[in-house]
């Protein structure tokens, strides 16, 4: 059988217990608070016990009365935060509150959170030319070929296609090729509007998204970019200029067209130029 602990011991354990315990009685009253908890909150025992929450100043009498399921605890201005999680059980005795360090748990969701910040950004980004990559941009085009859907909005669409990348990566080595994607995307960037998506949709192509864009004026965009795409004329890493050959077509959103039908318009249109 189990014997019943003396106060004394239950009195010495609860002073021990590893986390913060507070104990108010049937009025709401502060009757005991352990060491635990006035290391982890930064308060002395004399500052509350025997009163209630009318008695203890503020911000203690928030962490001791009302806190939240997680408190965070700025006690000194030149430390790190502190992190606590707490919980309440009640009877008709009165309340005995627990609270416990989740500060090195709180570092680590934050750490799990920032990496997978991160790793979206990679999922989302071209390392190369650091423009949104296929799947960020297939993801953005679908509301918009869904608002034009139900709102007959114009939407255009231009694929570019750079034909001697692989040439001018051997001729010159690949951080050449690399640069010349870089000096299209940059081109690209200065000449579309700021509601305009670009994004690298393969290895030696972009894609540029033309919201509230007709036929007419992403034909007149294409044509733009073809001549200053012609006078580009980007430096090797050996130092030579490198000339690109560079094909283009587009499409525009018809009644009917989904995201595929109208990227494949698009693409037979660079097909047939080519």
């Not at 507070?22 to 908890?37: A, C, R, V």
């Not at 502190?82 to 009877?91: G, V």
């Not at 989302?124 to 709102?151: F, H, I």
């Amino acid at each position: 059988m189990e014997q019943d602990l003396s106060l004394d011991t239950a009195i010495a354990a609860l002073a021990a217990a590893p986390v913060g315990i507070l104990i108010l009685d049937g009025k709401e009253t502060i009757s005991w608070l352990n060491h635990t908890l006035e290391t982890l909150i930064g308060i002395d025992r004399r500052q509350t016990v025997g009163r209630d929450a009318t008695g203890v100043p503020s911000p203690w009498r928030e962490r001791l009365f009302f806190p939240e399921p997680t408190l965070r605890l700025q006690l000194e201005p030149e430390l790190s935060p502190r992190w606590l999680q707490t919980w309440t059980t009640r009877s008709a005795a009165g309340t005995i509150r627990y609270y416990t360090d989740i500060t090195q748990v709180q570092a680590l969701q934050e750490e799990r959170d920032r990496l997978h910040a991160e790793l979206a950004q990679h999922n989302t980004r071209d390392p190369v030319t650091g423009l949104p990559n296929r799947q960020a941009m297939l993801q953005g085009l679908e509301p918009l070929v869904s608002r034009s859907r139900r709102y007959q909005n114009p939407l255009s669409v231009i694929r570019l296609r750079l034909d001697n990348l692989h040439d001018l990566s051997a001729e010159h080595g690949k951080r050449s090729g690399e640069k010349a994607l870089i000096a299209v995307a940059q081109l690209l960037k200065d000449q579309l509007r700021w509601a305009d998506i670009i994004a690298r949709f393969d290895n030696d192509e972009f894609l540029l998204v033309l919201p509230e864009t007709d036929t007419a004026a992403a034909n007149h965009l294409m044509n733009k970019l073809r001549q200053r795409l012609a006078d580009l004329s980007p430096a090797a890493v050996d130092g030579a200029a490198m000339g690109l050959a560079v094909q283009l077509g587009t499409a525009s959103w018809r009644p009917g067209d989904d995201r595929a039908k109208l990227l494949r318009r698009a693409r037979d249109q660079l097909e047939q130029v080519g």
